[in-house]
């Protein structure tokens, strides 16, 4: 078992920046990869941005491209997000999930942390 805890939420403006931290405990000696997903009010969840184990490669999605950045310190097992540029689209519960490789269905998820982006 992973046990994973967000931090890092709040309230922000437009244009401001945020970053979100996700600690990891537990089997963190298995060599997990780490992504960043996000729901919006009366939205599905979606994927925001993975990264390997090495932290050698990462992937995002198109909407957050040039804006977010995901890196990972295997010392501390801890993997952040930081978002700059950041708008009111942005505003949701951003979750950290662990999984077996870059592409696969994570396994283990966070409570979550809320973000919210004002105009």
């Known amino acids: 078992q992973v046990q994973l805890v967000e931090s890092g939420g709040g309230l922000v403006q437009a244009g401001g920046s945020l970053r979100l931290s996700c600690a990891a405990s537990?089997?963190?000696?298995?060599?997990?990869?780490m992504n960043w997903f996000r729901q919006a009010p009366g939205k599905e969840r979606e994927f925001v941005a993975a990264i390997s184990w090495s932290g050698e490669s990462t992937r995002y999605a198109d909407s957050v491209k040039g804006r977010f950045t995901i890196s990972r310190d295997n010392a501390k097992n801890t993997v952040y997000l930081q978002m700059n540029s950041l708008n009111p689209e942005d505003t949701a519960v951003y979750y950290c999930?662990?999984?077996?490789?870059?592409?696969?269905?994570?396994?283990?998820w966070g409570q979550g942390t809320q973000v919210t982006v004002s105009s």
């Open positions: 999930a662990a999984g077996s490789s870059l592409y696969s269905t994570p396994k283990y």
């Open positions: 537990g089997r963190t000696g298995s060599r997990y990869a």
